[in-house]
């Protein structure tokens, strides 16, 4: 998996120590943005035992060595969701400066896949559309929910009557 070195890091909860101190390995993660027909997308709570136990995010994990980043999210929401995706579309990228990990998410849009969700590690879920209703919301989940605010926006915009 490649990443930017000079890709800004997003710090969380700067005041708490970090694990690891000064040479954090990063963690690759792959996510995925799940929406609806109906524009509704995806969330789901972190599990009970891990760290920010009930906030709201995009399911995924680690992507695994030797895993491209279709396989390891095609892993992770069978693992997670028990449903099998097909045709993510690598989307954005983020890094998240957690106290207990630093972490490089690699986000993907997906419209597509078979099977009913089944939370298979205690989660909950929901489909939300902007504003989200549930909270707390985890913080490597904000930036997502920024982007698609500025979709929407600019899809507004691009809709109004131009001045005459």
């Known amino acids: 998996m490649t990443s930017s070195p ?10 708490l120590p970090r694990a690891g101190g000064t040479e954090r ?6 996510v995925g943005v799940l929406f609806r027909a109906d524009g509704r997308f ?21 992507i695994e060595a030797g895993e491209t980043l279709a396989q390891a ?6 693992e997670e969701l028990g449903i099998t995706i097909a045709k993510p579309l690598p989307w954005k990228t983020e890094r998240i400066d957690y106290p207990h990990a630093l972490v490089e998410l690699h986000f993907c849009k997906v419209y ?10 205690g989660q909950q879920f929901c489909w939300e559309q902007l ?8 913080p490597g989940t904000v930036p997502v929910l920024e982007w698609l ?16």
Request: charged share 15%.
């Open 6 to 15: 000079h890709q800004p890091v997003r710090m969380v909860d700067a005041n």
């Open 131 to 138: 504003p989200v209703q549930v909270t707390p919301v985890l």
């Open 42 to 62: 995806l969330l789901t709570t972190r599990p009970p035992g891990k760290a920010y136990e009930g906030h709201w995010e995009f399911p995924g994990g680690k």
């Open 112 to 121: 597509q896949w078979q099977g009913e969700l089944q939370m298979k590690e």
């Open 25 to 30: 390995p990063l963690t690759q993660v792959a």
């Open 149 to 164: 605010a500025q979709a929407q926006s600019s899809i507004s915009n691009s809709a109004l009557p131009t001045a005459v």
């Open 73 to 78: 999210l095609t892993r992770e929401l069978q």
